[in-house]
């Protein structure tokens, strides 16, 4: 206890939702739930589904587990993970008169109905959000979750009609359809409902700024749809504001006290928010994971423009030429990349627009005068700042510890002063011009007279004062373009795009590759724009319309692209002051932490030499109806009573039509399953609450997939959890130091050490203590070196609490103590032999098909071994059991069908190996088992005869 106090003082976790969803709640059931599809042409991403999963988890637990009991669901699974106490300390009047109070205090615990989703910009949240609300829908049909409103809110108008246009999209395909519904119709709507309502999904929409405590023009008063709390509200970007924000935030809790909060944004800041985040994929996340621009932050900094006057031009000037080899830089690797990526631009965010001498104006006379010069004195010495920086500077963030750009300082060093101004400016020399669209009132072009197309664009709330004063001297010319040129960025030659705050939302391009701070996230307070801003920029595109970058996806093109790819995956950010943006940057990385634990890769043992097959399938679709009645769907004879009640009760017609069978043999074989007494599986231990929820599932499970044996291929990459083994913070050097030592242990005969000892000159107690054992042990966990496992080390610890995806289950560390006693013995009955640990989170790809409850499940035994005698070879999963037997049958039952015949192997031929498969169950205790799977079990200290029979 002592030991565990120690660690709670020393660290807190500042995520805790995730690790409940990820680690404590595996076993609810999502199998009901499409979290994959969104419409015809279009699919949720991976970690669109890691994030839909985790939600799907967490509110079947505390619905179903908890039933809603806030307290227990708090104390149960949150305090498990330590972190900060987030009691409400001094709670607003609104607060008190709305949530129980202890003391002087509210406790956090009631407000634990709540989710967030911390989703980086152009990670689709709109698409997530779209897609939960489906997914809530079917929750509440299936009653898995409680009947409620749905409530959407959103920042502005902007993103409320952007959300919509995603919504109809997701409307053109689908049977049921997302009914978007101002929240000022609530009352009538509530009241005389729609004719659609059933048929439906019923969303309630409106702005978060305009809900308060009182009703005004387009105000409205949150009582008038509190409903006792009992709405599932969504949040995106809702949390901004000024001095009303905490205010709005307690409206949006009170609306949900009974139901439950969802939260999306690309900015939380309030702790409340990063401790019930569910899914993190922040920008640093989104980067390891491969999507979006790493991000460069150069010690260069825009300090000259802070002084408004002309006395420091030069640095002015130096700061911008800087900026503009960077972007020479990206475009000359683009001009080698036809079909793939984006056209490079620069974005420059300013803190004043409009004033005298506004940070865009001091920007934009630097322009000027650099389209005008030839003076190739200060792009000389620019140039060489950034290769002396290059050298020496590591990516902010990335996916790799120490990654830079070293190799790009030989190809900024070739860019030539007039490429530079040709490939930005369209032309070497030239004075600008402005273009002017009567028709937008925001936005101003600027061009060479020289040239035939426009390179920079100015875009802020209104061009007025530069009209009337910045550009008094410079020649303006019309244009009465249909489409502004903000809007067509993607298709535009615009290189260069300056403004304030008036474009860093609503726009969605992945051109940014250069963007500048000047004057502007000044302070390490300015989290939630630098982090808008910032995710803006890293959207990449890179081939084939894939969002991850170029090493993360695979393309025939990889080798002819890699050599330009890095630089157009890089977003170089410049700023006036650079601690200040790398301080917001690093501290969404904090947020991972908590007792932080850290991913290690194991090294495989050398084996490129053998052939390690495992086997591969094929599945066929089969009817229920054809498989053994012990197989199929299970429930209890009540369920069955009353589903037989219901399907006689109700005319085919109708039953049809609300579950939505629309073909008739499908029907027919629903029918068939449920009035037989031969094909549903009676199971009373089994019992479904909600009769709609079991249809669904015997709905889905009217065929099943049934594998059969296709081929057998050699091992590639399909064991991969050693190299995802986690260590706790505190202890991984100790980590590494001990896989470090056992990987130099040598298991040798008594003549070698005493020969290594005289070679060595050391003792011959110290050369048997480094080179005649094979283990190591360090705080309970055994390092095991064994020379025919996949990996090294083998890691053991029954009571491990600081490493993770190790051998932990008693009766597996038994087994494997117990097999490292017979090593040798082994070499001596086969010419070789390998096995490997198996994980089935993450070895996915190796396992034994099997029938359960009417689908095919995966059985992911232990252990995995290969046995070669001569050509043949024996493939034997070992699976460890210790006091509980349960649920094998099924599985040896999967794997006779599979692997014998009449009781015998099945005979395998691949690549002039005769191939047989073996399931074994290793038994560690004296529990006895069934007679007719007797012959599948060995017990404990008989593993040396066990091989022996396989010889």
Not at 124 to 150: H, Q, S
Not at 154 to 175: H, I, M, P, S, W
Request: include cysteine.
């Amino acid at each position: 206890m002592a030991k565990q106090k120690k660690l709670i003082d020393k660290h807190n976790y500042k995520i805790v939702l995730q690790q409940l969803a990820e680690t404590e709640f595996l076993d609810a059931s999502i199998e009901e739930f499409d979290i994959k599809s969104f419409s015809d042409d279009k699919e949720m991403f991976e970690y669109q589904q890691e994030a839909l999963t985790n939600a799907l988890r967490v509110l079947i637990n505390y619905y179903d587990t908890y039933s809603a009991d806030k307290q227990k669901f708090y104390t149960d699974a949150y305090l498990k993970y330590p972190h900060a106490n987030l009691d409400f300390a001094k709670p607003t009047e609104m607060i008190t008169d709305n949530y129980q109070t202890t003391g002087k205090r509210v406790e956090f615990f009631h407000f634990i109905n709540r989710m967030s989703f911390w989703m980086t910009m152009g990670s689709g949240k709109t698409i997530v959000i779209i897609k939960l609300i489906e997914l809530l829908d079917k929750a509440m049909e299936l009653k898995i979750i409680p009947r409620k409103n749905i409530m959407f809110f959103t920042a502005n108008e902007g993103l409320l009609d952007r959300f919509k246009k995603e919504v109809d999209e997701y409307n053109l395909l689908q049977t049921k359809k997302i009914d978007t519904i101002s929240l000022k119709e609530y009352e009538s709507r509530e009241k005389y409902g729609s004719l659609l309502d059933s048929q439906n999904i019923k969303l309630y929409t409106y702005r978060a700024d305009l809900m308060a405590e009182d009703t005004k023009e387009n105000i409205l008063d949150y009582r008038d749809c509190l409903d006792g709390g009992n709405n599932y509200v969504i949040l995106d970007e809702a949390h901004k504001g000024d001095k009303q924000d905490s205010k709005r935030q307690n409206i949006f809790s009170i609306l949900s006290k009974n139901g439950f909060l969802f939260n999306f944004s690309a900015t939380f800041t309030d702790e409340r928010d990063i401790v019930t985040t569910v899914y993190n994929l922040n920008q640093a996340v989104w980067v390891k994971k491969g999507y979006g621009k790493k991000l460069f932050l150069l010690d260069n900094d825009l300090k000259a423009f802070k002084e408004k006057t002309d006395l420091n031009d030069n640095e002015k000037q130096k700061s911008l030429i800087k900026s503009f080899i960077l972007l020479t830089f990206a475009k000359k690797h683009k001009k080698n990349i036809d079909k793939a990526y984006h056209e490079p631009m620069m974005v420059v965010f300013t803190n004043s627009v409009n004033t005298t001498d506004a940070d865009a104006k001091l920007f934009f006379r630097q322009v000027n005068s650099l389209a005008q010069s030839d003076d190739v004195t200060i792009f000389n010495e620019a140039k060489k700042e950034i290769l002396d920086e290059f050298k020496k500077t590591s990516y902010l963030v990335t996916d790799e510890n120490g990654d830079g750009v070293s190799e790009f300082a030989d190809q900024i060093k070739e860019i030539e002063f007039e490429e530079m101004k040709v490939l930005i400016f369209h032309h070497s020399k030239g004075n600008i011009e402005a273009v002017i669209n009567p028709k937008e009132k925001s936005e101003i072009a600027f061009k060479l007279d020289s040239a035939d197309k426009p390179f920079g664009l100015l875009k802020i709330g209104d061009t007025t004062s530069w009209k009337n004063d910045e550009l008094v001297d410079i020649k303006t010319t019309d244009t009465f373009k249909d489409d502004s040129y903000f809007k067509t960025l993607d298709d535009s030659s615009i290189n260069i795009l300056i403004g304030s705050r008036s474009f860093y939302e609503g726009w969605d391009t992945t051109r940014p590759n250069i963007m500048l701070f000047l004057n502007i996230g000044m302070d390490k307070d300015a989290k939630k724009f630098v982090t808008q801003s910032i995710g803006r920029g890293m959207r990449v595109e890179s081939v084939d319309g894939n969002r991850q970058r170029l090493s993360y996806i695979n393309t025939p093109d990889k080798a002819k692209l890699q050599n330009d790819a890095k630089a157009l995956e890089t977003l170089f950010i410049i700023s006036t002051n650079k601690d200040a943006i790398e301080h917001i940057v690093q501290w969404q990385e904090e947020q991972n932490k908590g007792i932080d634990w850290h991913e290690v890769a194991l090294k495989k043992n050398c084996c490129e030499d053998k052939s390690l097959f495992i086997p591969k399938y094929k599945k066929q679709k089969k009817s229920s109806d054809t498989i053994s009645k012990t197989k199929s769907f299970k429930l209890s004879q009540a369920n069955k009573n009353e589903l037989q009640a219901y399907v006689k009760n109700l005319p085919q017609e109708i039953f049809s039509l609300k579950h939505n069978f629309y073909n008739k043999k499908e029907y027919e074989l629903f029918y068939k399953l449920v009035i037989s007494n031969n094909n549903l599986n009676i199971d009373n231990n089994i019992h479904y609450k909600s009769l709609d929820f079991m249809l669904e599932k015997l709905k889905k499970r009217l065929y099943v997939d049934i594998s059969n044996i296709d081929k057998f291929e050699l091992l590639q990459d399909e064991i991969v959890h050693f190299k995802k083994i986690k260590v706790r913070d505190d202890k991984k050097d100790e980590f590494l130091e001990c896989v470090d030592r056992v990987g130099k242990l040598q298991n040798l005969t008594d003549e070698e050490v005493f020969k290594i000892a005289k070679e060595e000159e050391i003792s011959l107690l110290t050369a048997v203590q480094q080179y005649q054992k094979t283990e190591i042990m360090y705080d309970n966990a055994k390092f095991m070196n064994l020379k025919s496992h996949y990996y090294k080390p083998v890691i053991s610890d029954e009571n491990s609490d600081w490493i993770k995806n190790i051998i932990t289950v008693p009766s597996e560390v038994k087994f494997i103590e117990e097999l490292s006693s017979i090593t040798n013995k082994l070499d001596e009955m086969f010419d070789w032999w390998k096995f490997s640990k198996l994980n089935e989170h993450y070895d996915k790809d190796i396992y034994i098909p099997y029938i359960e409850d009417g689908i095919e499940k995966p059985f992911y035994p232990d252990f995995i071994f290969w046995l070669q005698k001569d050509n043949k070879q024996t493939i034997v999963f070992i699976d460890p059991k210790g006091n509980k037997h349960t649920d094998y049958e099924h599985k040896v039952d999967g794997y006779k069908e599979l692997f014998e015949q009449e009781g015998f192997l099945k005979h395998f031929k691949e690549q002039n190996n005769d191939i047989e498969v073996k399931l074994t169950l290793y038994k560690t205790s004296n529990k006895n088992v069934g007679k007719l799977y007797e012959r599948f079990w060995i017990e404990q200290n008989n593993l040396k005869d066990f091989f022996q029979t396989l010889k």
